[in-house]
């Protein structure tokens, strides 16, 4: 079945910097990345998705990059403010979606 | 307007006891999911329905027993609850595989 390996596993970025997250999937049939923002106490939610068709997405201030022949796809948030404190997880879809382990981003003040 | 529901959303019980946890959704999607996430946070699927079809049974001990009386609601029972039961349990729905609606999650303690 598919792995997702998501990293690092936590991050702390001083307000305006940018944050990366990284993700490498092992299926290459999964032909979905969907990138999902949990705030405290909330439910996840997405926030930008690409499909294998397109090698980068942008919306603002954030941006996915898929590389299939590596099989690995990254999440850059710039210019990143507090609000962007959260846990992000990636993942890959073919059947079933698969998640990665989830990035904790601290956006400090 | 809600769009994916669940409830309860604490629930608290001690271990051996049977409790339900019911999701609904009105986007008209034709998939339904339960996922576990626990302390670590990490997501993983338990379950998930196709218009009432089970379609993806993961490796959940048998007494976790999902149902689906119509596409819109997806339930889970739980019999002869353990402590390792406890985490918070996410509903969710996508049309056609794509994007997942998470419901709001129901935090489940097992004493």
């Known amino acids: 079945g598919e792995n997702v390996e998501q990293h690092p596993s936590t991050l702390s970025v001083q307000e305006g910097d940018s944050a990366v997250i990284k993700c490498t999937y092992s299926?290459?049939?999964?032909?979905?990345f969907p990138w999902y923002k949990q705030e405290l106490g909330k439910r996840p939610q997405l926030i930008i998705d690409?499909?294998?068709?397109?090698g980068e997405k942008k919306d603002q201030r954030i941006a996915v990059t898929l590389n299939k022949t590596a099989k690995h796809f990254s999440l850059h948030i710039t210019e990143t403010q507090p609000e962007d404190s959260a846990v992000y997880f990636c993942?890959?879809?073919?059947?079933?979606?698969?998640f990665g382990i989830g990035t904790k981003l601290q956006v400090i003040p | 307007d809600t769009a994916v529901s669940q409830t309860p959303k604490y629930l608290v019980t001690q271990m051996g006891n049977d409790k339900s946890i019911k999701c609904e959704q009105n986007?008209?999607?034709?998939?339904m999911y339960w996922y576990k996430q626990d302390s670590k946070k990490f997501l993983k699927i338990m379950f998930s329905?196709?218009?009432?079809?089970?379609?993806i049974n993961e490796t959940v001990p048998n007494r976790f027993s999902p149902k689906s009386p119509d596409k819109a609601h997806l339930n889970l029972h739980i019999n002869s609850l353990e402590l390792g039961d406890s985490a918070v349990y996410f509903c969710?729905?996508?049309?056609?595989?794509?994007?997942?609606?998470f419901g709001p999650g129901t935090r489940l303690t097992v004493t």
């Open positions: 986007l008209g999607h034709d998939t």
């Open positions: 690409i499909r294998s068709n397109v």
């Open positions: 969710a729905s996508s049309q056609t595989y794509y994007e997942q609606y």
């Open positions: 299926d290459s049939a999964s032909n979905y």
């Open positions: 329905y196709n218009n009432k079809e089970l379609i």
């Open positions: 993942a890959a879809l073919y059947q079933k979606v698969t």
